[in-house]
């Protein structure tokens, strides 16, 4: 088995060393994808993070959620506590940069909402069925999802997905429902 740890390091190295123009185009594949999942189509409230550079690009999922008329919650992360809440975020508000570096909502107790018909989860690596994750090692959306369970769809380049578990699994790791694979 290899570590988590390692499986991090290999995969961020490997997204830092995607081409732009590569990275643009699978991530036009994948909003279309995401853009006709009846899952997506369906959910009033929507929570994914505001990604980071190396990271799949939400803005434009955020952008659509917008025009479709669903509201979009933001995580918001305590490091105290290693727990998050989701915030509901409106065009135009304002975000500030968590200890890691991740833009969040800030703290309005009146926007939580952590019962959300969909999060689309974050991750490094996926197997393809079921679906198990590594994230970037937190543990936040584990302990999330653990307590609001809600529908759950994860975005993937290529060789962000593998063939079978290779990593150990503990009680608090949580399934992906979905998981939607650019199509190199």
């Not at 185009?25 to 909003?31: M, R, V």
């Not at 079921?130 to 975005?155: E, V």
Request: proline share 5%; with cysteine; glycine share 6%.
């Amino acid at each position: 088995m290899t570590s988590k740890k390692a499986i991090r390091l290999k995969q961020i190295n490997q997204l830092k060393q995607v081409a732009a123009q590569t990275k643009l185009a699978w991530e036009q594949d994948l909003y279309q994808q995401l853009w006709q999942d009846p899952v997506f189509d369906s959910a009033e409230t929507i929570g994914l993070t505001y990604s980071g550079a190396i990271e799949v690009n939400t803005l434009p999922i955020i952008e659509r959620a917008f025009e479709l008329g669903k509201e979009v919650y933001l995580p918001r992360t305590d490091p105290t506590t290693h727990k998050m809440n989701f915030i509901r975020y409106d065009e135009g508000d304002q975000l500030e940069k968590s200890d890691f570096g991740i833009r969040e909502p800030l703290a309005d107790p009146s926007k939580i909402e952590n019962y959300l018909d969909l999060i689309i989860v974050p991750g490094l690596l996926f197997t393809k069925y079921p679906h198990w994750r590594i994230g970037f090692g937190g543990g936040y959306y584990d302990r999330f999802l653990s307590t609001y369970p809600a529908a759950t769809i994860s975005l993937a380049f290529p060789f962000m997905v593998c063939a079978e578990l290779d990593w150990e699994t503990f009680i608090y790791d949580r399934l992906v429902d979905h998981v939607i694979v650019e199509k190199a």
